[in-house]
């Protein structure tokens, strides 16, 4: 069975958010507006994290994309009242929409900030209706979301691979922002496959995860920058 996990090599990343638009495109997400965004209720399953490092003139610009990390140990997942949020026999933290009842324990109890609640039934004007993805559900209000590792694409490759009897190859199934990314900075895979290229990248001398510290176990891992 394979286990899913992303690496995210912060030495390519511009910073460009060209992954955060694919994502808006790939999932259905709504773009929820200033107004909203001013509540706090921004939307987006992948954020790029901004900082500062150094005193001016020499600033450098740090960019660090975050989503969810499909944590092995997710805070997450023993709040939900409902089972709502559980983990797979494939590594990934799923969501079930229409098991959530909204008490948005599992956002409270996400240290990355990664999980979102949809206040408003989302509006799609036309033409935008036009681009929805048929493959991915159109949440309505009241319910939590998040980055599903572009679920749907995985589920489609392996269809595919078991109609043609054969595994599923390295680098076959790509993520939306993995798909965008201008500077290749994500590389999606098996991290059970020794071989895998993401399963060689976690085991880099550059790989870290975030706060891994808590004990989450996160499946996301990054690559520092060489000159970190
Ligand atoms: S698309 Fe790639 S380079 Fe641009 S912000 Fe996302 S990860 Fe970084």
Redesign the pocket.
């Known amino acids: 069975m394979p286990q899913w996990g992303m690496t995210?090599d912060l030495d390519?990343?511009?910073?460009?958010?060209?992954?955060v638009v694919a994502c808006h495109a790939e999932n259905n997400l709504p773009v929820v507006g200033q107004a909203e965004a001013a509540k706090g209720r921004a939307h987006h399953w992948i954020r790029?994290e901004r900082s500062w490092e150094g005193e001016f003139p020499n600033v450098k610009a740090r960019?660090m994309?975050v989503l969810c990390q499909h944590c092995d140990a997710a805070p997450c997942e023993p709040v939900c009242p409902t089972y709502a949020t559980y983990h797979t026999p494939e590594g990934l933290n799923a969501q079930v929409y229409n098991r959530c009842v909204g008490t948005r324990f599992c956002a409270n109890n996400c240290p990355y900030t990664v999980r979102f609640f949809t206040w408003f039934d989302p509006e799609w004007p036309p033409p935008l209706d036009e681009q929805l993805n048929p493959d991915v559900s159109v949440r309505s209000s009241g319910v939590m979301e998040k980055c599903t590792f572009c679920v749907q694409r995985i589920h489609k490759v392996q269809d595919t691979a078991k109609d043609e009897e054969r595994e599923v190859r390295d680098g076959e199934i790509q993520t939306a922002?993995q798909q965008?990314?201008?500077?290749e900075?994500?590389v999606f895979g098996d991290l059970s496959d020794h071989n895998s290229r993401v399963s060689k990248l976690a085991r880099s001398n550059r790989a870290f995860r975030l706060l891994e510290e808590l004990g989450t176990k996160p499946r996301v891992v990054y690559l520092k920058q060489e000159d970190s």
């Open positions: 995210i390519r990343c511009t910073g460009c958010e060209a992954c790029v960019f994309p922002c965008t990314c201008p500077a900075a994500i």
